[in-house]
């Protein structure tokens, strides 16, 4: 995880160019933002958009005023479900839905992410269980969203839920083996390599620290 | 003249023949009509029928026709006579379109034709053939006022067309406000970067050309004339007088910008680092040709950080600054942003709007302008304060809903407005413009109305903004630029070019008498009987377009070549001594009294429809077209305009014992569309006062009612005739039958 070693972060001006130009070279579509002519459509289309306490047109307007810690501490950009309804129905072409997500991932690589937001919680538990064997292990990867929040909560989750296992278990959607032995991708090294080499260009494209 | 002969033409095709008895119809051109030759024909605007007309003409000695057929808008090419004095019965959208093809309509469908017919017949018999406005003026030359470019287009254009000029600028130099600026907002694709403002070329164009004769250093000492005999007299540095005659003017007068010494609370006047937007251009026109920056005025320093203020005293509410958007300002803070981020992109500059508003294609240079990196900013600014060599400006933001503020600014733009430069209010002479300064006559006109051009709104030379966007009130002078609204360069060229072929129509209307717009053509023009003129000056106020002056005794003056032949003066006149030859209170009054009025048991109102010619009664006609149906009880008169309504015809109706009537004029106020300008309005104010005299006739207030209405009320014009109707009903047929 890189910190922007270039951007002088203390000398940020109110409405400079600074925080801009890091979400432009760090953010995946980052340079978008400044397209943003804050006509609000995508506020209006988001469906979770009373549920944000940013929407995507305030976010892009705070990046431009240089609201450099709020920004990449809210959990806002976290609340976004891909629905795309943004991207269809900006004027100005904003990748919305893509600049939310890149966001995301950059304030988690800075280490600035709401630790308990529970989106950012099942991204690492699915990054963590697909990455290790090159597969989704479905059922681990079921029972870690399940106990997320410690073991009574899981319990009482999994209780809740038995029905639609147990019918999984019947129609041999789920098979209780994969617990302990999952089956994985057959060249899981090579999938390691994959991702380190997307990391290394990630961080060359982005200036990020060498992974 | 030879004697008068009168000819009437019933045709009976387009379903009149079957939907109307044309022999009943016939009979009463005439025993009623007393029309001598009348004929009928089964599709009279064939070759065949025209050819019936023209032989009448020609063999027959026939100077006056008749023609019932379709209406006076429809055929208008078959059924030209030169030299001819021609009515219309409207018996085809006006009568059988608009009723239903019953048993039980049949009766009162016939007897709206037949009235239609009298009214035809009583019409023509009180027509003359104008003769044609024998003041006619034959110079074609153009007077441009004001040399910048908005005046050098117009002039360039007229040249183009072949017409000479004169030009007259106060300023020493050419160019205007536009030679002041480095660069300008772009007008051509791809819209993304300031472009060369061209001026030079246009003053180029115009001192090469010996066509136009340039005076600078000059102003209009006095104009006097009409159009095409125009006189200017040119008050030169010298001190001398030059007089030029020409045919038509533009005025190309153009603006001040609104003094930002009104705005301290946005920091004028408190360093020299803030400025409007012209302050910017003459930093840039200083340090951009030699390739170096825009520095700090204060102390030359470096420019790091430039906020730009939208609407600087502009659309505001407060009543302190200019209430209206100039429509310029946003384009010129992207432009001037992108002189900083085109030479330096490292430059911080941040715009501070309310609303964006780029008009044309400046979507596409604000988007480019974002590119570049332009921070735009939705607040509203609060405060400007200055501390040593920087600025702080403190905002709302309207995003974020919050107080905010950008420090440590190095230069601030404000975006201050245009004040109109159209010459002296001459409703109130002594009044100052927005920017407190007490204008100075342009024109120098010498008409009885006042010396320059009646403004509008905000000290916006009036113009007919809907439809006629040149047109001032004043016959032969057209506003071209920001003298008329607030626009940019492109508009301004666009607008120059407008306003100079409009006055070169007006030139060559006048050589031949004729009217220019909206009648332009017409032959027609304002005859008064001086010896039954009470000098009232009713006629002289009212005239929308100055076209009435005085003598020493205070007698009406026309000059018919200023005239624009609206019959506002004839409205006017109480002792109705003001006609036209083929339009007169007799030739309308005479079409009143033709109707058929039944007796107040016949359950069978009659309600007068005075419908204005330009609006109202083509959307009668359309609703015709369109076979939406209306009343058989209503009697529609075109007027030409409502403010030609003498008052003496609705008195006259309803002692006639008409039941009602109704008055379509065009929407008035502010954002008129009478294209008379003021004659609307001022038909209506005239009727406000007619209540008193309802009362003292003893009728309800109801029997006279005023609408506006526009040429798209197609299918409200039958709504409210029924709705009308219904009123009538309620309050029952008028008292006054039989008495006439
Ligand atoms: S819809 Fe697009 S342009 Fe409009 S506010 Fe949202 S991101 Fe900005
Ligand atoms: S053009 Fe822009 S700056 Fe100028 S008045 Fe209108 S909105 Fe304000
Ligand atoms: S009121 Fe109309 S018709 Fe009369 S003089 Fe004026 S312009 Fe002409
Ligand atoms: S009301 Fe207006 S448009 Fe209508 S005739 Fe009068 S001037 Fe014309």
């Known amino acids: 995880m890189g910190a922007p070693g270039e951007f002088n972060l203390a000398a940020l001006a109110r409405y400079g160019n600074d925080f801009l130009a890091e979400v432009e070279e760090r953010v995946e579509e980052g340079e978008w933002v400044k397209m943003c002519m804050q006509c609000g459509v995508c506020a209006g289309s988001c469906p979770f958009g009373p549920d944000w306490e940013h929407s995507p047109q305030k976010i892009f307007m705070m990046i431009r005023a240089g609201k450099r810690d709020e920004v990449l501490a809210s959990d806002s950009m976290w609340m976004c479900t891909s629905c795309y309804n943004c991207v269809v129905r900006c004027p100005r072409k904003l990748p919305i839905t893509q600049i939310m997500h890149g966001l995301a991932a950059y304030a988690h690589r800075l280490g600035l992410a709401p630790k308990m937001q529970p989106t950012r919680r099942w991204s690492l538990l699915f990054w963590d269980n697909c990455t290790k064997t090159g597969r989704v292990n479905e059922l681990k990867l079921t029972l870690g969203l399940y106990f997320m929040d410690g073991i009574v909560a899981g319990f009482k989750q999994a209780w809740t839920l038995r029905n639609i296992g147990l019918g999984m278990l019947l129609a041999k959607r789920l098979n209780p083996f994969e617990l302990i032995r999952g089956h994985e991708c057959k060249d899981k090294a090579g999938i390691h390599r994959m991702l380190k080499k997307a990391a290394e260009i990630e961080a060359r494209k982005r200036g990020f620290a060498k992974p | ?740």
């Open chain 2, 1 to 740: 003249m030879a004697d008068p002969k009168y000819a009437a033409y019933v045709c009976k095709g387009c379903g009149i023949g079957e939907r109307i008895d044309a022999d009943q119809s016939a009979k009463i051109a005439e025993k009623e009509g007393k029309i001598a030759l009348v004929r009928q024909h089964e599709f009279l605007c064939n070759a065949e029928g025209v050819a019936l007309i023209r032989s009448d003409i020609e063999k027959e000695g026939v100077t006056h026709v008749a023609i019932a057929a379709c209406s006076r808008r429809a055929k208008t090419e078959a059924f030209e006579f030169p030299g001819v004095a021609l009515a219309r019965a409207n018996l085809r959208e006006g009568v059988i379109w608009v009723r239903p093809d019953t048993a039980e309509a049949r009766e009162t469908t016939q007897e709206m034709a037949d009235d239609y017919v009298r009214m035809a017949c009583a019409e023509l018999k009180k027509m003359k053939v104008p003769a044609g406005n024998p003041e006619t003026g034959r110079s074609k030359r153009i007077l441009v006022v004001g040399g910048g470019v908005s005046g050098l287009t117009a002039a360039v254009e007229a040249r183009n067309t072949g017409y000479e000029v004169v030009l007259v600028e106060k300023q020493a130099q050419l160019g205007g406000w536009a030679a002041k600026l480095w660069k300008r907002i772009p007008e051509r694709e791809p819209h993304a970067a300031p472009v060369d403002t061209g001026v030079q070329a246009l003053i180029d164009a115009v001192t090469q050309d010996a066509g136009i004769r340039v005076y600078t250093n000059a102003t209009l000492a006095q104009t006097s004339g009409a159009p095409g005999r125009f006189k200017a007299s040119i008050a030169v540095e010298s001190g001398s007088t030059a007089t030029e005659e020409v045919g038509a003017i533009v005025q190309a007068t153009g603006f001040s910008l609104y003094d930002m010494n009104r705005l301290p609370e946005l920091g004028a006047g408190k360093s020299p680092n803030v400025m409007d937007q012209a302050g910017l251009e003459s930093l840039a026109r200083k340090a951009a040709p030699k390739g170096l920056p825009i520095r700090r005025p204060s102390d030359g320093g470096e420019v790091k950080r430039v906020v730009f203020v939208q609407c600087a005293g502009q659309r505001d509410d407060t009543g302190k600054h200019l209430p209206y958007c100039s429509g310029y300002c946003c384009n010129t803070s992207i432009k001037q942003a992108m002189y900083f981020k085109d030479a330096n992109p490292a430059v911080d500059t941040v715009v501070i709007y309310t609303d964006l508003r780029v008009p044309g294609n400046g979507e596409d240079f604000y988007r480019s302008a974002q590119k570049k990196g332009v921070t735009f900013t939705k607040g509203s600014v609060t405060g400007v304060e200055a501390s040593g060599d920087t600025c702080r400006v403190s905002f709302r933001d309207l995003i974020l809903d919050e107080d905010a503020s950008i420090e440590a600014a190095d230069l601030v733009v404000l975006a201050t407005g245009q004040v109109a430069n159209a010459g002296v209010d001459i409703d109130n002479p002594q009044a100052t413009d927005a920017n407190g300064t007490k204008p100075i006559s342009i024109l120098n006109l010498d008409y009885r109305q006042g010396k320059d051009l009646p403004k509008l709104s905000h000290g916006f030379a009036d113009s007919h903004f809907i439809c006629f966007p040149y047109e001032t009130r004043r016959t032969g002078i057209y506003a071209a630029g920001p003298v008329r609204r607030p626009m940019d360069i492109a508009q301004a060229k666009e607008d120059a070019t407008g306003a100079v072929l409009k006055a070169i129509q007006a030139a060559e209307n006048a050589e031949l008498g004729r009217a220019a717009h909206p009648r332009s053509g017409d032959l027609s023009f304002p005859i008064v009987q001086l010896e039954g003129c009470t000098q009232c000056k009713r006629c002289t106020v009212e005239c929308p377009f100055g076209a009435i002056d005085e003598d020493e005794k205070t007698y009406p003056v026309f000059n018919e070549s200023r005239c624009r032949r609206c019959g506002t003066c004839m409205g006017a006149c109480p002792v109705r001594v003001i006609s036209f030859e083929n339009y007169s209170v007799d030739s309308v009054g005479a079409q009143i009294k033709a109707v058929d009025i039944p007796d107040e048991f016949s359950e069978k109102p009659r309600i007068l429809v005075l419908a204005c010619e330009n609006d109202a009664y083509p959307a009668l006609d359309m609703a015709g077209m369109q076979r939406n149906h209306y009343s058989a009880f209503v009697r529609v008169i075109p007027v030409r305009c409502l403010g030609s309504v003498n008052t003496s015809w609705i008195i006259d109706a309803l002692n006639g014992g008409y039941d009602g009537v109704m008055m379509m004029g065009c929407k008035h106020g502010d954002d008129y569309q009478c294209h008379f300008v003021k004659g609307s309005e001022l038909a209506n104010s005239r009727m406000s006062k007619i209540s008193e005299t309802l009362k003292t006739m003893a009728l309800e207030t109801e029997r006279v009612a005023t609408y506006e209405v526009a040429i798209t009320d197609i299918k409200r014009l039958p709504v409210l005739i029924g709705d009308y109707a219904k009123v009538i009903e309620k309050i029952g047929l008028s008292p006054m039958k039989g008495f006439a």
